[in-house]
Each structure stands twice: as structure tokens, then as C-alpha cells.
């Protein structure tokens, strides 16, 4: 009596995973992730005897305290009241109160080889919406001791994410910086010497530490991916599907052949959190490999790749180098990946696998659990 309806779930599962996405578009298309924290981007320019700065920030974060190293969104920092007090304030009013604040602002930078930066401009760009965050361009400036000495730029730990940009054309320099680091010494004249080994390496690193320990929601989805079956071709079918849409989607956001406004960025989010349950949900109530899964994991695979795309926009690539930076970070992507399944293998299969109780042991309650966190996400990005 139960076998029509074991027949017709799958069918039930995808109407209603396709209708949830259907109707998400429809009802929230205005929505935005309004109080997620960006990196600050710094254009920098050195003459003989001056370092000029070109800062674009949420400065209402800075002028918050809120630590970025602990939070994505102002809305978890203690400060969040804070924060949405200076976000209201109008433009000239927020100008005039960085001006007053600057000592205090200053304090967060890291400079070697020059002055201290001296606040010479401040420009807040309308932004209407309150439910977006605002950008507020400061222009700085530090003298030069006497010589030819190199500069480099940074600030604190807690000012989260910097990328610095430096020089124009094949010899452009850019760098995301994190953690309290300082860029690459920036010659007075010339160009940075970073080698492309360097830039390789750094860029691996970037993509695979996207995956681990910074992508939960991509090593859900491709533990997700892994628990589907034992048999190694029906992982190896939706693994080439989804590195092969990721890549691709990848490459053609990162080359703006395909643009997503950063305000509806949250769609994506939501319809990888809708990916990774739906993944689960059907591990659990359809597990055979069929055309249908792969043309579902490659198309999950290109909005995978448009997050990846949002935060390699964010590491700031050189154009210079951005070929090698895109292959590089790719790469680290990939590494990410198969360290997920090769983990997932080891604490999974190896122990458990040849079990007769396998599928209701692991594959069921993994499955289930993926899916709950999967739908939980997808609420949280297109709602709350």
C-alpha cells in the first residue's frame, strides 16, 4: 500500500523544492542581506615624498567598534544598536562625526615606512535604502621619509578584511588582507616584486581555506554529494557536474560576463542553502543516479560558483596576474573539496560501508540532518 507513494516522493520532493524557489522569487525579490560586513577597499598612490589613500568602508563599523574578526553581521556584534544609530545619522552627519573621530579611527591603521595618515577628505555616498549598508570614501595621506624606501599598509585584526590595490595595467598589485597583516612592500617607483609562485600559492590557500574551515555550506553540499552512494562512478559523475558548473560560473562572474548585484546576493546564498537540502532529501528518497541528479548538481554547481565568485571579487585580483589567480584558487577549491570526501571516507566508509545497516546507520541520519540545516539556511537568507 505504501509503494505508490514511495513512487510518486521524488516527484513531491522536487515540485516542492522547485515551487519553494518559485515562490521565494516571487514574494522576496526586494530583500537584501542588509547588514552583512564587506571588506574595506584601499586604492593607494605614491608620489616621491607622499603615500595618498583612497578608502572605501562601511565606516559606521569602525565607528561602532564592532570586531570584525569575530562577527559576519552587524547584527550579531554587541554593538548592533550602535551600529544602526550611525546608520540612520544623514550623510553630512556622518562626515562630520568621522572627522571629529579620525584620532580614534587612525589608531586602527598599520603603516611602515611613512607618517601617520592624516585625514584630508570624506565623501559618504547617498544611500537611501536603510537597509543596505553605506560606503563612505576617506582620502588619507602620510609623508615619506627622506630615501626611497618601500611603504606598506594594513590595519588591526578587529577592522576585519582590507583589500589593498596598488598600480595600474599588467603590473596592478592587489591583496586581501586579514588577520592584522600588512601588504606587500609598495616600491616608491616601479612595481611589487611578488612572484608568481607567490601568487599561485596564495591564491590556493585562498580557495581551499573558502572550503575548510570558512564554506560550511559547500562541504555540507558535497558531503551531501558523497553519502548518495558507495560505488565511486556515481561520485565521480556529480563531482565532474559540479566542478565543471562551479568552474565555469566561476570564470564568467569573475570576468563580469555575468553580474550579480551585490544587493541581491542573498538569493544565491538562499538557493545554495535550497541546494544542499535538496541534495539530502534526495539521497534519502531516491538514491539511484540518473540524468536528473546530474543536470540538478551541475545546475547547483553554477550557483556554488557565483558565491565563489562574490569572494574571489573580494580578495581583490590583480589584473596582471589574474589568470594565474583564478586557476590558483580554483585549484584551492578543489583541494577543499576532496579533502571533505576524503575525510568523509575514512571516518565514514572505511569503518562503516560494508555494513549491511549502512544506508539507515549513516547515509538516512546524515542525509536528514544535512536537510534541516539545508532548509534552516535557506529560511534565515531569504527572510530573517
Not at 74 to 95: F, G, I, W
Request: proline share 4%.
Amino acid at each position: 500500500m505504501f509503494k505508490p507513494f514511495f513512487k510518486l516522493a521524488p516527484m513531491v520532493c522536487r515540485f516542492a523544492l522547485m515551487s519553494s524557489v518559485l515562490i521565494g522569487l516571487l514574494v522576496i525579490t526586494g530583500r537584501v542581506q542588509a547588514h552583512e560586513l564587506r571588506p574595506a577597499v584601499a586604492d593607494v598612490t605614491i608620489a616621491q615624498s607622499q603615500m595618498q589613500v583612497e578608502l572605501q568602508v562601511a565606516v559606521e563599523t569602525l565607528l561602532a567598534g564592532i570586531d570584525q574578526s569575530q562577527v559576519i553581521d552587524t547584527d550579531e556584534s554587541p554593538q548592533a544598536e550602535t551600529y544602526d544609530r550611525l546608520r540612520v545619522l544623514p550623510d553630512q552627519a556622518l562626515a562630520d562625526l568621522v572627522r571629529a573621530e579620525w584620532s580614534l579611527l587612525a589608531s586602527g591603521f598599520l603603516v611602515d615606512g611613512a607618517g601617520p595618515l592624516n585625514l584630508i577628505g570624506v565623501e559618504v555616498i547617498e544611500e537611501s535604502n536603510l537597509d543596505l549598508p553605506r560606503d563612505t570614501i576617506l582620502k588619507l595621506q602620510a609623508e615619506l621619509p627622506l630615501g626611497n624606501g618601500p611603504v606598506a599598509l594594513g590595519w588591526i585584526v578587529q577592522n576585519g578584511g582590507l583589500v589593498v590595490r596598488y598600480g595600474d595595467g599588467e603590473a596592478a598589485y592587489a591583496v586581501f588582507l586579514e588577520g592584522g597583516e600588512l601588504s606587500a612592500p609598495l616600491p616608491r617607483e616601479g612595481v611589487v616584486q611578488e612572484s608568481a609562485a607567490a601568487v599561485f600559492w596564495r591564491f590556493v590557500v585562498e580557495g581551499f581555506e573558502h572550503i575548510i574551515p570558512k564554506g560550511l555550506d559547500h562541504i555540507l553540499f558535497v558531503f551531501g554529494l558523497f553519502l548518495f552512494s558507495m560505488a565511486w562512478r556515481p561520485l565521480l559523475a556529480q563531482i565532474t557536474a559540479f566542478t565543471l558548473a562551479h568552474t565555469v560560473a566561476l570564470g564568467l562572474a569573475t570576468l563580469s560576463v555575468i553580474t550579480i548585484p551585490a544587493a541581491q546576493m542573498w538569493l544565491v546564498e538562499a538557493l545554495i542553502a535550497i541546494s544542499i537540502a535538496y541534495v539530502a532529501v534526495e539521497n534519502i528518497l531516491r538514491p539511484k543516479l540518473g540524468w536528473w541528479r546530474i543536470v540538478v548538481v551541475f545546475g547547483f554547481g553554477l550557483l556554488h560558483g557565483l558565491g565563489f565568485a562574490s569572494v574571489l571579487g573580494d580578495l581583490g585580483l590583480a589584473q596582471g596576474q589574474f589568470v594565474l589567480s583564478l586557476i590558483a584558487f580554483n585549484i584551492g577549491v578543489e583541494f577543499g573539496q576532496l579533502s571533505v570526501i576524503a575525510v568523509a571516507f575514512m571516518l565514514l566508509a572505511l569503518p562503516f560501508g560494508r555494513a549491511r545497516l549502512y544506508r539507515n546507520i549513516v547515509v538516512v541520519p546524515c542525509s536528514l540532518g544535512i536537510a534541516i540545516v539545508g532548509v534552516r539556511w535557506a529560511i534565515e537568507r531569504s527572510f530573517l
